[in-house]
């Protein structure tokens, strides 16, 4: 892979993914050993940079860097310097004096590890910018439905929920549709993003991505999940009825929350993902959260394979087995 | 349309500054005021228009400029300058601002009252005044605030404001939205005649906006500033322009629909004029998502240059802009010159101050929608001149003998790359940096003294 930094899916070639997904496929057959520790990043610094509250992608990417023997820091927005005022250009400055080889971040404001890329000489992985992009989490999921479904192309991936303020609706898009999958957004009208699917087709177009309606966007529910090989509902939030944006909790998962009846109108089979933290019995009901179809908890597994193989990449290592 | 009950606008003057004399020879001579488009010679004695015509007499002592093969033209009148003092002397100051209309071809500009302290009392009027005469390159006239502290809780003292000098009502940088207070505002500058400057922004459409709402930002997942919110807010001020029979002046335009509430509102008699700045009429929302015009000339994406507010918006709307300026809809071109710190900037863009800094950017910027066929000369150097002059009735913009000798001098062809460490402004904050302009000002002459002189 030859780039400094992963922002988000929008500017990855098919061939860049699929590298990506086979060696986070031979990331998890480390994860599969007794001893999970393997050298490649041994002596490297990777600083943990998030300025928004986190626990399980966090803790993912410190597992990641560490099964690749890399020296972790985490910075977390409180208690630290950015409490008392430290811009982010002054953060990042300190990185660089500090040496840091590589910096994971997340950032409430969409575009921030774009300014800090531009900054800073270590590679930038975002780990969540805003409203913006979720790329490792796009990658994860990839990974997911390529190992369930064994393949990607042609298949009908429903995304359901709050994808205006979805970071994790957006870089999946792009991923799937990168890879010639067909994406379906499904929201309230209120919380679908004006003009989305056009900016991916335009994006997709000039990649040399000829998918026919690579995106379609409905606010019925019903008609998303038809024929869906892949169904994943996203976290509604409950300051979204504080903004007016959602008459109710109740409401909305009636309207759009992912049950066992509304399962059955997908694909035989079809995969239920959610990028967590759930609200049970909102946008997922338990028992299709936990039900037969769910890879959620291999989703969490994967996401550590997938984080591995993004900095093994960036690090400058090679795609295949030789790890 | 001022009131017969106020004075007329005083020409804003310097001490012992302004007042030279020069004879401008062999030059294409635009002056839309008077219909004028021909090689001619202008005379400017003692600071005020002598004469135009062919072979006319240079006055005694007076500096003669060769303009053959340039343009020769009012001094541009801008309606929309932010010189920041007092207060933010850190982004600008009265004497950087000034010195950069100049730069930029223009020898009249309009102070913009988001100040701090605001421009609502005679005070701050008479600070402004004063600091431009000792310090100022170009003549500065004074916008007062609508409401007392900007605040848009109560009126300030409107004629207080008119008498101690300001041109102009606006509460530019928020939007009057209180429809009582509007319809208040307008109501009570009937007493002065003075236009009432709307900024229209609808805020609870607004609220964490970065951007226009559209593909770009859905993409970039920055919070969206629809078209709606500014069309909302001009037609319901047109309504209120009818009701009161006031002076509704409509600052930066940057919706196509809000061209037609406009027409729609002048077709029914009601006073409206409108501007529209440099970069809405040539720039768009792409930009914020990234873009190569040239080797020299890139942005990446969510570079915080590219904000501004109202936000740049798309191609429809940019080209609509321009027809509006050919038909009449739009008055003027306006700078909305918002120059910024680079700490304003070098930040997260949800972060990042609103505003690009244009005086010295703005011909070339105009001069492109020329040279690209979306108006012409003449009709670009109206929108610069005599129109806005015009629409807050000062006393320039045209060359008629007896008017202020303010003069513009710029080569259309020449090509110049944008370097904002060259800015004699303090904003170096502008998306062209890099960017190959055609069209330079050569000299700029404020009462017959040249301000600015590039023709070595």
Redesign the interface.
Known sequence: MRRKDVLDLDDFTPDELREVLETAAAMKEVLARPIRRVPPLRGKTIVNCFYEASTRTRVSFELAAKNLSADVVNITASGSSVEKGETLIDTTRTLQALGADMVIMRHGAAGAPYLVARELEASIINAGDGWHAHPTQALLDLFTVQSRLGSIEGRRVAIVGDILHSRVARSATWGFTTLGAQVVLCAPPTLLPIGFADAVSTGLRAKGISTPCPVTVTHDVDEALRDADVVMALRVQRERMDAGLLPSLREYSREWGITRERIAKARFGALVMHPGPMNEGVEISPEVAYGPQSVIEAQVTNGVAVRMAVMFLLAGGRAGPAV | MSNPNNEAIRLATAHGRFLRSVVIRGGRVIDPGQGIDAITDIAIRDGFVDAVGIGIDAPAGAQVIDARGLIVTPGFVDLHTHLREPGFEYRETIATGTAAAAAGGFTTVCAMPNTEPAIDTTAVVDFIHDTARRQGSVRVYVIGAITRGRKGKALADLIELATAGVVAYSDDGDCVTDSALMRNALAYSRTTGRPVVQHAEDRALTTGA?MH????????????WPRAAEEIIVARDCELAALTGAHLHVAHVSSAGTLDFIRRARSRGVHVTAEVTPHHLTLTDTLVGGHWWSATASL???DTSTKVNPPLRETPDSLAMAAGLRDGVIDCIATDHAPHATTDK??????AASGISTLETALGSVLAVVHAGGLTLVEAIAALTVRPARVFGLASGTLLPGMAGDVTIFDPDREWCVDPAQFRSKGRNTPLAGHILRGQVIQTIVGGEVICDRSA
Do not use: K, N, W
């Open positions: 970065q709402e559209g593909s770009v930002s859905a993409r970039l997942g920055l919070a969206g990446p994406a969510y070098h930040c997260e863009y949800q972060t």
